[in-house]
């Protein structure tokens, strides 16, 4: 595939993950995708990133991704994005807080035949948490 097509898969799942449409993740994702920033009971594939982002939007409904600057090759799609939204719904056992976050974060994506096999990804979770006031004090 070539580079404009991978960067039109990966703009497919970032709309997927705003939409809440989360089955058109099936389009883009293979089977067998694998995620080297897997969460506690990740597998592989298309569902794992279902089950992340059904959470994530169940905890923040109007969670948004707003890449904020993209490069590409023929095989791969990184870039950074910021996301916000409204703590809304139970958080990794948190009960709602009704604050705003924003946070930033990185992804490089490995594609083939115009779908992602290999993820590699890092969000500012910390950030998250003490938006929320859900981080320890010392």
Known sequence: MTRDANIQA???????VNSGKLDELDDVVAAGCVDHDPGPGQGPGPQRFK???????????DLHLEVEHLTATD??????????GTHQGPLMGHPPTGRAIKIRGMQIGRF?????VER?????????LTQLGLTPQP
């Open 51 to 61: 089950d992340l982002f059904t959470d994530l939007r169940s905890s923040v409904p």
């Open 10 to 16: 990966q703009e497919r799942f970032g709309a997927a």
């Open 120 to 128: 590699w990804g890092s969000s500012d979770e910390l950030g998250m």
């Open 75 to 84: 095989n791969d799609v990184a870039f950074a994005y910021t996301v916000t």
């Open 112 to 116: 083939e035949d115009g779908k992602l």
